[in-house]
């Protein structure tokens, strides 16, 4: 079974920060290039990061330029989105994404609430 599983969401105050993760069960992340998600209630699921296989290319959406930063482990089989100075704009589910020619896998996704 092909599976994504996000984790460390959760409710942070405005200025705190949060790290997800992200983790596959059934393959190997370092076949993938992998994107974040977020979807905000009423709002269209937007990308916010991007990394290359190699890690050798990480895009991010201008609204977290600077705040949010995403790497991966390969030998870990993981994938990180580091996300400091969060604003109540950035609340929202958070879907790990990984996708490659032929495939293409989402997960559950993970909350992010910031409120204070």
């Known amino acids: 079974q092909f599976q994504l599983v996000e984790s460390g969401g959760g409710l942070v105050q405005p200025g705190g920060s949060l790290r997800l993760s992200c983790t596959a069960s059934?393959?190997?992340?370092?076949?993938?290039?992998i994107g974040w998600f977020r979807q905000a209630p009423g709002k269209e699921r937007e990308g916010v990061s991007c990394?290359?296989?190699?890690?050798?290319?990480?895009k991010y959406v201008d609204s977290v330029k600077g705040r949010f930063t995403l790497s991966r482990d390969n030998a870990k089989n993981m994938v990180y989105l580091q996300m400091n100075s969060l604003k109540p704009e950035d609340t929202a589910e958070y879907y790990c994404?990984?996708?490659?020619?032929?495939?293409?896998?989402w997960g559950q996704g993970t909350q992010v609430t910031v409120s204070s």
């Open positions: 994404n990984a996708n490659s020619v032929l495939y293409n896998y």
């Open positions: 059934g393959f190997t992340l370092e076949n993938y290039a």
């Open positions: 990394i290359s296989r190699s890690a050798g290319s990480t």
